[in-house]
Structure formats: structure tokens, C-alpha cells
């Protein structure tokens, strides 16, 4: 940034600029100091050589506007996913269903997180959610931290602070964001003790490390976002279990993505289930609220009573703890998995699973129609076969068929591609070889129309007939 010395003459000084009636008006609107800070912002860029000092007060009001715009927007806000990528986690992963957000909203207040009301005294923070989680999973008890990474730390600082944690080599894995398994081992405060080999670990593996009695927990991960196929072999959470039962020592099966439905109905038969982890004998299970369960960011702690309490016990607990709003988004998220075929409907992450491409394809269709009636030329857009895919580093292997709208685009895909950003609300679209092409697997169908308005917007067409 230069100095004072700078030569640019037409840049004004900040009290000539807060003196000017339309910036009296932004005063009135954001307080002086706010609006002070945005002048100086806009005169800095232009001393800077930036932005060019604008020669009439139109356009010097036109770039103050602009930068107090900019800056009042807020960072957060709703998007159209048109990607096809279901757990988007850039965009917030699972879009919660309308019981969720109403909850949200309602628990936004006061509210009865950790007050018994007809005790009139206080009350567990977890008890509702623990309640409907233990049940779900057919464990005795369960706990709710902030998200799954937050469930593990603390399920093995726990089970194994100051011990050892057998792991197999083929599960020390990445999840994401700089979270590694090994890392977050170390950061529990425990120690690990990798086996076997990264293809095929098997239960004798586990067995001889555990025989040196310095274990406080076998740990197994679920190969959540990568796949491992061919010359392989892993221990069954059966096994571990039964071999951790004869050296005291509880098994915690880290799944990540949380299924709580039924994976055949859904097609992803082999995903495995928290329920199931338990019935095989798993002590603690963690996993993820915001992911396949379709709630909002949590994580999960679930299992037998012992183990829970010595999690809800340690003084990490109280550092991961997610708040009221959360709580009462999973609670009314759980809520709606009381009868299987209606959580299917109402849970949006399990319906843009469940369904078929040839529904998929009907609202394409309907939105190209819809295009073509607002201007798109006839054979500048189409539909085409395509892929869904589940994303948040779930289900690697899962691809959904799919039917998209696929506008040609030629070089103008990146501009394009901004423009649909940069539309109200935004709508975030993929791109290939020139063609922006459009999912609405993962677009609520009351957008559908608003999708295809801005897609017409893109290639010829006009503004939407309202
Ligand atoms: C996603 C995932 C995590 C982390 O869960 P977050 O809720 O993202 O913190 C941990 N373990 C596995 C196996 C996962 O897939």
C-alpha cells in the first residue's frame, strides 16, 4: 500500500467522503464507524492503484455502495446444489429435513436443553437424544459430541488414555481435512500399536498384540471414503470383539458415515450400520450426525453403559459438547426415523438416495421444457445420463445413475458457471468439456423451477415470466 505521497490527486480525503449525502444515508443504516471503516477500504484501493479514483461523485458513491454491499452480505448462506454430490461438504453436507430446521428454530430461545420440566429442576442434556440413539442402535447407552472426530478423540482418550490402541495398518487412513488416524490417536493421549499389513490383517494380528496386556482399546475404522479390493483381508468386528472380551479390552468401531436406515433399501447394501456393529459386539461405536443419518453436524458415542459413562466422564467430553440448537435438530432428525418408510421420504439425504433416476429424469425434463418456454434455443440444451454421487468421503464406491440437464456452453462454461454463483440464491452446477451440466437429485423440487429460470437466464433466455 503507498503512502500519503501519492500522487493520485483525485482520491478524496475520508471526511469529504462521510460528508456527502448518500453516505450520510449508509450511516444511518450501519453506524458511523462500520461505514468509515468501508470508505477507508475503497480510498486505500484506490491510492493503492487498485481501483481507478473515480471522477464524478456517482461513480465514487457507485464503489463506496458496492464495497458496503459486499461486506454486509453474509459469508454463510443458502445454495442451490445442483452437483449431484448429496453430501457436499463445502456445502454444509446433509440439508436437514423441515422437522429439523423448525426445531432449530424453535430451540433458538429459551429452551428445556438441561432442565426436567416436570421436576422443575435440572435435567440430562442428552436425554432425549441418548434415549432415541441407545434404542436405534440397540446399545445401553449413547452420547452426542460435536462432530465424529470429536466422538473418536474422545472415545479413545477414554478407553485408552495413557494405553495402547490396536489398529491395522489398512485402516490407519485420512478422512479428510488434515483428520488422520494415527494423529488423532496421539492427540487422545494414547499409543499406537499398528498390525498386520495395509491389504490383510486378521484376527492373530490383533490377538498377538494384545497378548503384552498394555491395550486399553482395539480400534477399527471404516474404509468410509476409499476402497480396498483384491488380495485382502480383515478381522470381523465378531472377532475382535470376542477376542477383546478375553483381554479385557473393548473394541471401538469408528464407522464415520452413521447409516441408520436400512442400506438394502437405499442400495447400499455392505455399508455397515451402527446397529449392526453393536450386535456384533462392539463396546463403543462412533459416528457422524451430518452425514448418512441426514442431521445436523454431531458425533455420535454409543455402546455399553461402562464405557459410555467413562466417556461422558472425561473432561474432554465437556470441551466437545454441541449445543442446544444441534441437539434439537438430531433429536427431531432421530424422531423421524420412528417408522423406516417415512424417514425414507422425509430425511432428505435417504430421499435424493432412494430416488430412481427416472424421477430424476422427469424433473430434468420438466426443467428443459421449462427453458426452452423462457428462450434457451432448441438444441442448446438436452438431457443427458449422468452419475450422483453419495460425496463427504462416504460410500467411494456408490454411484447413483441419474439423468442431468447439460447446457452447451463451449468456452463460455467458466463465465457461465460464475454467473449461476452469482445468482439469488446461488446455484453451484458442474462443469464438463463445455457443458454445464445440472443434477436436481440434490435440488429440493420446489427449486426445480428456479434452477431451470437460471439456466434459461444463462443461454438466451429472459427473465422469469412471474
Ligand atoms: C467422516 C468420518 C470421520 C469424521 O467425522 P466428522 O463428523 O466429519 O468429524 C471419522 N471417521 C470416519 C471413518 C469418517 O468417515
Not at 76 to 93: K, Q, S
Not at 206 to 232: C, D, E, I, P
Amino acid at each position: 500500500m503507498s503512502g500519503n505521497d501519492d500522487p493520485r490527486r483525485l482520491v478524496p480525503g475520508v471526511d469529504r467522503v462521510l460528508a456527502r449525502p448518500w453516505c450520510g444515508q449508509l450511516v444511518e443504516a450501519h453506524g458511523r464507524p462500520w461505514v468509515v471503516a468501508r470508505v477507508r477500504a475503497v480510498l486505500s484501493a484506490m491510492r493503492a492503484g487498485v481501483v481507478q479514483a473515480p471522477e464524478t461523485d456517482g461513480a465514487l458513491r457507485d464503489l463506496v455502495l458496492a464495497e458496503a454491499a459486499t461486506a454486509a452480505e453474509a459469508w454463510v448462506r443458502p445454495v442451490v446444489n445442483a452437483t449431484g454430490v448429496i453430501l457436499h461438504t463445502n456445502l454444509g453436507r446433509a440439508p436437514l429435513a423441515t422437522e429439523a430446521r423448525s426445531a432449530m428454530a424453535a430451540a433458538a430461545g429459551y429452551c428445556t436443553v438441561e432442565f426436567d420440566l416436570a421436576a422443575g429442576e435440572r435435567g440430562s442434556r442428552y436425554e432425549r437424544c441418548r434415549r432415541l440413539l441407545a434404542e436405534m442402535v440397540g446399545a445401553e447407552d449413547a452420547l452426542v459430541v460435536n462432530n465424529g472426530a470429536g466422538a473418536l478423540a474422545l472415545a479413545l482418550a477414554a478407553l485408552a488414555g495413557g494405553r495402547g490402541v490396536v489398529v491395522s495398518h489398512g485402516e490407519l487412513v485420512e478422512i479428510g481435512g488434515g483428520f488422520r488416524v494415527p494423529e488423532v490417536v496421539e492427540a487422545a493421549g494414547a499409543r499406537l500399536v499398528p498390525v498386520g499389513t495395509t491389504n490383510k490383517t486378521r484376527t492373530r494380528d490383533y490377538a498377538r498384540a494384545l497378548s503384552g496386556g498394555q491395550a486399553g482399546a482395539v480400534l477399527k475404522v471404516h474404509r468410509s471414503n476409499f476402497r480396498l479390493s483384491g488380495f485382502t483381508e480383515e478381522a470381523s468386528v465378531e472377532n475382535l470383539a470376542a477376542l477383546g472380551a478375553r483381554a479385557g479390552v473393548p473394541v471401538i468401531h469408528d464407522l464415520g458415515t452413521g447409516l441408520l436406515a436400512d442400506p438394502a433399501a437405499l442400495g447400499l447394501e455392505g455399508e455397515p450400520t451402527p446397529a449392526q456393529s453393536v450386535a456384533a459386539g462392539a463396546g463403543l461405536v462412533v459416528f457422524s450426525g451430518d452425514k448418512l443419518l441426514g442431521g445436523p453436524q454431531a458425533g455420535v458415542v454409543a455402546g455399553a453403559e461402562e464405557l459410555v459413562r467413562r466417556a461422558k466422564s472425561h473432561p474432554l467430553c465437556r470441551a466437545l459438547r454441541c449445543d442446544k440448537v444441534t441437539l434439537a435438530g438430531l433429536e427431531a432428525t432421530l424422531a423421524l426415523y420412528r417408522d423406516p418408510a417415512r424417514a425414507l421420504q422425509a430425511v432428505p439425504v435417504l430421499r435424493m438416495i432412494a430416488t430412481p433416476a427416472e424421477d430424476v429424469r422427469g424433473r430434468a425434463c420438466a426443467a428443459l421444457e421449462a427453458m426452452f418456454a423462457a428462450g434457451t434455443p432448441p438444441g442448446a440444451a438436452t438431457v443427458v445420463e449422468g452419475e450422483s454421487v453419495i460425496g463427504g468421503g462416504a460410500c467411494p464406491g456408490v454411484r447413483l445413475p441419474s439423468a442431468l440437464v447439460s447446457l452447451d456452453a463451449g468456452d463460455r462454461l467458466g463465465a457461465w458457471l460464475a454467473g449461476l454463483r452469482a445468482h439469488d440464491p446461488p446455484v453451484v452446477a458442474r462443469g464438463r468439456s463445455g457443458s454445464l451440466l445440472a443434477d436436481l437429485r440434490t435440488v429440493d423440487p420446489a427449486d426445480d423451477s428456479l434452477v431451470a429460470t437460471a439456466l434459461a437466464s444463462l443461454s438466451g433466455g429472459g427473465p422469469p415470466a412471474s
